[in-house]
């Protein structure tokens, strides 16, 4: 359970203390917007969806904000303690964090949250690792302030998908504190939604259908080459397990989750039937590329929350050194023992559309169990998915450059997740993040660190270089299609009832 502080007025985030919002002296009347409202398209609707009343209202300097009209025809959930609310918040701050959400949209929800009981002025505040909560009462009374700390972080969207639909339902009226209370602690205590077989089943599928995705064929060596992916996969996955008991750091976890598709590819290439053991080594690497930490980074950099969004990029770091200090090691005793371990000068593009279409719905399928999304929400993400690598297919086989298709593709991703997320009244991300899995730079990686292991630093640089553009590349494309859908889509008049599951502008 979450730890409650007294204290003073908190910092914010970015080392800034926090400035509690001006009250004015009435409230507007329902179905009025508030003088300090200014319009903005998508986002002016009182009955608009809360992240579209939400965001513009955080981007706001804190002194100009006012008062947000209560949607037409709906009451207050009623009066409640300021402490109480705050709690409330506070957790759902907390399980959106520790689910994968980014810093603005976690604010907006602990926003939204203490604006629908009506406490206000206040003031959230999001770091990579701690939520806060702050409340003013009066000119003359102290401020009430409420934080906890959130302990590793994981991507898990089927809680993610509870905590925004009950939100949503705060938002519209109706719940009362200690209901909305019970419900959050009851998504707390749930487990996984899917069994550890069907987990471990699906950190297979994504390593194999990898494969075909780089490799592009459909002769039996590339099906023995699948099968030897999804070995290495399910021997690294159960490796890093065992080394999560032990309380290793997750830097060791995937260090040790590295190295069985190394290991394997060097084997495969000590034989006379030719089969491409770079094609498992990199699709090993599209299993533990750390795609959503990323996502989220550049998100909330982009939103002004650097320091959250620093801390982020440098975890992914973290991550993706130990993979590739886990791969390098193998690399370097096979290559000096004559392993033929480059098949190809660059990433393949589509060479063969239908297979490797087919291939990426499949790596996505993958991914978004690892994810933990809803199955309901599967079909949709398989979708976006399609058109993401169609997009990306096309463009290439045109002629352009692979950065940028990789960000075209990745700006139609975010964009067609976000319509998603707006017709079924959830959160985007679990559109999105799982159906960039077929763009990220696998092969750009693995083709520079083989560079690295054969004295090669030039274009060893250059290639891991163009990994991380790509993978920028990504993050700004979903970000710019966000924007985008807020900007010019639609929202609807009314929101989508709730169903019961079965940065702010800094200056």
Known sequence: MSEHDQLGVPAGPEGRPARPERVP???????HRADGDRPRPGATDVDAPWPDRMLPLLRTPATDRRLAPAPAGVEPPGAAEPTRVLELALLVGELLLASGEAAEDVEAAMLAVARAYRVHPCDPQVTFTRVAISYQPGSSEPPLTAECSVRRPAGDYARLAAV???VTEITTGGIAVRDAHDRLMAVHRRGRRYPARVVLLSCGLLSGAATLLVGGRTDARAWLVFASAVVAALAGDRLSALVGRH??????????AAAPAAVIGILLSFNGLHLRGSVVITGGLFALFPGWPMVAAAQDGLAGFYLTAAARLLEALYLMTGVVIGVMAVLYVGVNNGADLAAQVAPAGAVNPPLQLTAAVL??????VLLNTEPRTLPAVMVNSAAGWATYG????????SILATGLAAGLVGLSGQLMARCWGSSALPHVTAALGPLLPGSMLYFGMLAFVRGQPEIGLSGIGRAGAMAMALAIGVNLGRELSRLFLPAPRTVPAARRPGGRHRR
Do not use: I, S, W
């Open 25 to 31: 002296p009435q409230a507007p009347a329902p179905g």
């Open 164 to 166: 925004f639909r009950l």
């Open 247 to 256: 309380d290793f750091p997750a830097f060791y976890q995937f260090v040790v």
């Open 363 to 368: 790596l996505t399928l993958g991914f978004a």
């Open 394 to 401: 096309v463009l290439t086989n045109a002629g352009a450059e």
